[in-house]
């Protein structure tokens, strides 16, 4: 039989359950109405931007009908802003991104502008001969974990990995873009599913090369992940460090998850309830 105490006890006990509800609800709550923008996103333009993490349309170039050959995407920077339009040819386009002037170039092999520092030259990328093309060009910055919806383009997708690591699902299977690695070059047309994993933050200049007559990124609704890219589940849930551009309190963890933090001091981290 129970006595005053114990019952007392049990109160406490379902009180403090209950509590512990709340804040997951609370927590997760709080992730997706104010950082929900940063796991899911459709890249904006960089004129909305509001912090660093996300993905920003720094620029747009109606191109034409492309030269004969195999087409590449050629990335060169420069010390100024006006030296990279001085060298600027038909199909350039100056862009200020991640710290530094970069002049892009859709040509064929082997073009080189005049000065600059060559970065890279990726391809070949997979057009059509007939095709009027638009080049969109963005900078992505996530953090492992991250995502963006489900979509598709109407060319082709390439990326210049700065640093870390992403992660793209598509109906074929997967591929991995990392700093220093392959260049990634995906075809238009299949819907894909991109993650940012690894440890660190994902910096990345990303081309998408568009039929001018069809928008560049539309959602793929008619298609869902397999999950290909996911972290196992007993994957660290290291702490990649308090997303404060997002919300003083919310710590995202490298699978996902994301932690309540009370603060004490700047550096005092104590953690609360993980929420899925």
Same mark, same amino acid.
């Given at each position: 039989m129970?006595?005053?105490?114990?019952k007392?006890?049990a109160?406490?006990l379902?009180?403090?359950t209950?509590?512990?509800?709340?804040?997951r609800?609370?927590?997760?709550?709080?992730?997706?109405?104010?950082?929900?923008e940063?796991?899911?996103?459709?890249c904006?333009p960089v004129?909305?931007?509001t912090?660093?993490?996300?993905?920003w349309?720094?620029?747009?170039?109606?191109?034409?009908?492309l030269?004969?050959g195999?087409?590449?995407?050629?990335?060169d920077?420069?010390p100024?802003r006006a030296?990279?339009?001085?060298?600027?040819?038909?199909?350039?386009?100056?862009v200020?991104?991640?710290?530094?002037v970069?002049?892009?170039?859709?040509?064929v092999a082997?073009?080189?502008?005049s000065?600059?520092? @060559?970065?890279?030259?990726?391809?070949p990328?997979?057009?059509s !001969?007939d095709?009027k &093309?638009? =080049?969109?060009?963005?900078? *992505?910055?996530?953090?492992p974990?991250?995502?963006?919806p489900?979509h598709?383009?109407s060319?082709?997708?390439a990326?210049?990995t700065?640093t870390g690591?992403?992660c793209?699902e598509t109906?074929?299977g997967k591929?991995?873009g990392r700093?220093?690695?392959?260049?990634?070059?995906?075809?238009?047309?299949?819907?894909?599913?991109?993650?940012?994993?690894g440890t660190?933050?994902?910096?990345?200049l990303?081309?998408?090369l568009h039929d001018?007559?069809?928008?560049?990124?539309?959602?793929?609704q008619d298609?869902?992940?397999?999950?290909?890219?996911k972290a196992?589940?007993e994957?660290?849930?290291r702490?990649?460090g308090?997303?404060r551009?997002c919300? @003083?309190?919310?710590?995202?963890?490298?699978n996902?998850?994301v !932690?309540?933090?009370s &603060?004490k =001091?700047?550096k005092?981290? *104590?953690f609360?309830?993980?929420?899925?």
């Amino acid at each position: 039989m129970a006595t005053q105490g114990t019952k007392g006890v049990a109160r406490c006990l379902a009180s403090w359950t209950s509590a512990r509800r709340t804040l997951r609800v609370f927590a997760c709550w709080m992730a997706l109405m104010v950082c929900g923008e940063a796991f899911g996103q459709i890249c904006r333009p960089v004129s909305e931007r509001t912090g660093e993490l996300g993905c920003w349309i720094t620029a747009n170039t109606t191109l034409g009908l492309l030269p004969q050959g195999p087409i590449f995407w050629h990335l060169d920077t420069y010390p100024t802003r006006a030296a990279a339009e001085a060298a600027k040819g038909p199909r350039g386009t100056v862009v200020t991104s991640l710290g530094k002037v970069w002049l892009f170039t859709i040509d064929v092999a082997g073009w080189r502008p005049s000065g600059g520092e @060559r970065v890279a030259q990726i391809g070949p990328l997979p057009v059509s !001969a007939d095709t009027k &093309y638009s =080049a969109q060009y963005m900078e *992505a910055i996530f953090t492992p974990g991250m995502t963006a919806p489900t979509h598709r383009h109407s060319g082709p997708e390439a990326w210049y990995t700065l640093t870390g690591e992403t992660c793209l699902e598509t109906p074929e299977g997967k591929m991995i873009g990392r700093a220093g690695g392959d260049h990634v070059i995906v075809p238009g047309g299949p819907p894909m599913h991109l993650t940012a994993t690894g440890t660190e933050v994902r910096r990345a200049l990303v081309l998408i090369l568009h039929d001018s007559s069809q928008p560049p990124t539309t959602p793929a609704q008619d298609w869902k992940p397999k999950g290909l890219c996911k972290a196992p589940k007993e994957a660290n849930r290291r702490r990649i460090g308090s997303q404060r551009a997002c919300v @003083r309190g919310l710590t995202l963890f490298e699978n996902g998850e994301v !932690a309540m933090v009370s &603060y004490k =001091a700047p550096k005092d981290h *104590a953690f609360a309830q993980l929420c899925r």
